[in-house]
């Protein structure tokens, strides 16, 4: 049996873009990806802290020390720029594995860029 555990999450990221015409996504600065342990093409679940709403998508990579958060497409009327989401992807794992497992979660600041400890 394998369950669902949280594998990696960026909490409180600042929405930097919001593109109706773009086919769906959401654009992630990639030293954020890679900080979380997140991967292009990768889906993505992201919560709304300004309006509650929640959806899924998945990742493009974006420009490196960019801050940017880009909602794109239809995911983009679920968003307002300035919006703070939680970002978060989930694993199956078998039970003894989950027991052990640590997710990979930061903390970037208001310009999304990662604290220095992270």
């Known amino acids: 049996m394998t369950i669902e555990v949280l594998k990696s999450k960026i909490h409180c990221a600042t929405v930097t873009e919001a593109n109706l015409h ?3 996504s959401i654009t992630i600065d990639e030293a954020l990806m890679e900080a979380a342990g997140l991967i292009a093409g990768e889906r ?9 709403e929640r959806f899924d998508t998945y990742i493009i990579k974006g420009p490196r020390y960019s801050g940017c958060i880009c909602l ?22 078998t039970l ?6 640590e997710p990979r979660i930061i903390f970037p600041d208001e310009h999304n860029h990662l604290l220095q400890d992270q």
């Open 72 to 93: 794109n497409g239809a995911a983009a009327r679920k968003v307002q720029v300035g919006d703070v989401v939680i970002i978060m992807s989930y694993a199956q794992v």
């Open 44 to 52: 993505v679940y992201i919560t709304n802290n300004m309006n509650g």
């Open 96 to 101: 003894d594995e989950a027991r052990t497992f």
């Open 22 to 24: 773009y086919m769906g």
